[in-house]
């Protein structure tokens, strides 16, 4: 009985993965007629919802704010995505998404076979989290070598692979709460973009 409500709450979770996804196709799709003056105030919005969701953990959050980040994603991503057309070309950066889709599946097929129990993986991997969204706002506004920015972008890729990894192992060791199926949909969801994202961001460095 146990093991049917566990999986019953795992098909919850991919399901609103795949909502997310619906919402990040129309924020992609909003974005086209948005003009570009408007992604950092979406940008800064994005971060503070994140920044809630991400070290807030013991606050009820409704699930329509849970829901406006893949939107808002969305639109960022649209304005991501031409950077990287125009600088690596369109062929390049669907091959990386393709890359970016089987990396993906990978990691989070190892993080439902592994055996072992990696929940103390958490506050480590969320210290690094913490520590990079640090450097990330100083180098914002304090120019760095393209060399500095590669290092932060494999740094993140890393991360992100490792948070895959961890969130699936924890969907099959852990019940997920009723509450927490949103939430943890959101997780897998931004592993993804911030994996995809951040692959890029390594190409072009090591391209430029």
């Not at 948005?34 to 971060?47: A, R, T, W």
């Not at 960022?76 to 990287?84: C, G, N, P």
């Not at 969801?189 to 090591?206: D, P």
Request: net charge positive.
């Amino acid at each position: 009985m146990g093991q049917n409500v566990r999986n019953r709450n795992f098909d919850l979770v991919l399901k609103h993965f795949a909502c997310m996804w619906l919402l990040t196709c129309l924020g992609l799709g909003f974005g086209v007629f948005l003009p570009s003056s408007i992604v950092l105030p979406l940008s800064i919005i994005c971060i503070v919802l994140l920044m809630i969701v991400i070290f807030i953990r013991t606050l009820y959050i409704a699930t329509f704010i849970l829901y406006s980040i893949p939107f808002l994603t969305g639109i960022l991503m649209f304005w991501v995505v031409q950077f990287f057309i125009d600088v690596l070309g369109k062929a390049f950066v669907f091959s990386v998404f393709i890359g970016t889709v089987l990396i993906y599946l990978l990691l989070a097929l190892i993080g439902l076979k592994m055996s072992r129990n990696l929940a103390n993986w958490g506050q480590y991997l969320l210290a690094v989290l913490l520590i990079i969204v640090v450097f990330s706002v100083i180098y914002y506004f304090i120019p760095i070598s393209s060399t500095f920015a590669l290092v932060i972008a494999i740094i993140c890729v890393a991360l992100f692979s490792l948070y895959t990894v961890y969130d699936f192992n924890q969907i099959r060791h852990n019940y997920v709460r009723d509450e927490d199926v949103v939430r943890m949909a959101l997780s897998i969801y931004l592993n993804f973009i911030n994996l995809f994202s951040n692959l890029l961001e390594v190409a072009w460095r090591i391209r430029d």
